[in-house]
């Protein structure tokens, strides 16, 4: 069983920066597709980045250029660099894996962090 602990959330000011950290248990970080995703009050749960198990990267185009995924695979744990944050950013993040990039794509992986918050304020 997969078991995702994020860390790194917080409150920020807006043009800030924050890092978000994903540690997994077994090393699925080379066998993987992870990903990052964020869910806002009242809105449906969102792709932010992905990142396949060969280290091919894919970010939404509303953070490309601000936001960046990337995964360390001896220590098993997944980032998320966020800088040039809005206010728009403000959502839970959760940390995701699946064997199959499509349950990512359609946000249905089997495996979910418990999330970890970010706040952007003015």
């Known amino acids: 069983q997969v078991q995702l602990l994020e860390s790194g959330g917080g409150s920020v000011q807006t043009g800030g920066s924050l890092r978000l950290t994903c540690a997994a248990s077994?090393?699925?970080?080379?066998?993987?597709?992870m990903g990052w995703f964020r869910q806002a009050p009242g809105k449906e749960r969102e792709k932010v980045a992905i990142?396949?198990?060969?280290?091919?990267?894919i970010h939404a185009s509303s953070v490309k250029g601000r936001f960046t995924i990337s995964k360390d695979v001896y220590l098993n744990t997944l980032y998320l660099n966020m800088s040039t944050l809005k206010l728009e950013d403000t959502a839970m993040y959760y940390c995701?894996?699946?064997?199959?990039?499509?349950?990512?794509?359609?946000?249905?992986?089997?495996?979910w962090g418990q999330g970890t918050q970010v706040t952007v304020s003015p």
């Open positions: 990142i396949y198990p060969d280290g091919t990267t």
């Open positions: 995701a894996a699946d064997r199959l990039i499509f349950r990512l794509d359609s946000v249905r992986p089997n495996y």
């Open positions: 077994g090393y699925i970080a080379s066998t993987h597709y």
